[in-house]
């Protein structure tokens, strides 16, 4: 199991940029698949980006896609979400998630360990 904690959230004006970070606690972290999801308020939790065990290979999804990077330092335990070119529509709460194996896990349900969020505000 892993222990996730989610920072760096805030409240920025659109066109800015804010980094995520995910510390995690746990054996298992250099071996886990970490995702990046959101849920916007009244909207479903929806996936935006998964980085490999070994950092080698990103996902995004479409809407984030060149305007988004996941990294990861196995390191220091600890994921990030680098957000740039920020719009009104990226606001949500952003979790940080986990699952241990090599694959693109998509669906929420698919991740084993979450953190407890963090809110990102962008304002127009």
């Known amino acids: 199991q892993v222990q996730l904690v989610e920072s760096g959230g805030g409240l920025v004006q659109a066109g800015g940029s804010l980094r995520l970070s995910c510390a995690a606690s746990?054996?298992?972290?250099?071996?886990?698949?970490m995702g990046w999801l959101r849920q916007a308020p009244g909207k479903e939790r929806e996936f935006v980006a998964a980085?490999?065990?070994?950092?080698?290979?990103?996902y995004y999804a479409n809407s984030v896609k060149g305007r988004f990077t996941i990294s990861r330092d196995n390191a220091k335990n600890t994921v990030y979400l680098q957000m740039n070119s920020l719009k009104p529509e990226d606001t949500a709460v952003y979790y940080c998630a986990a699952r241990r194996g090599t694959g693109w896990y998509l669906r929420d349900d698919e991740y084993e360990d979450w953190g407890q969020g963090t809110q990102v505000t962008v304002s127009s």
């Open positions: 980085i490999l065990p070994s950092g080698s290979s990103t």
């Open positions: 746990g054996r298992t972290f250099s071996v886990s698949t």
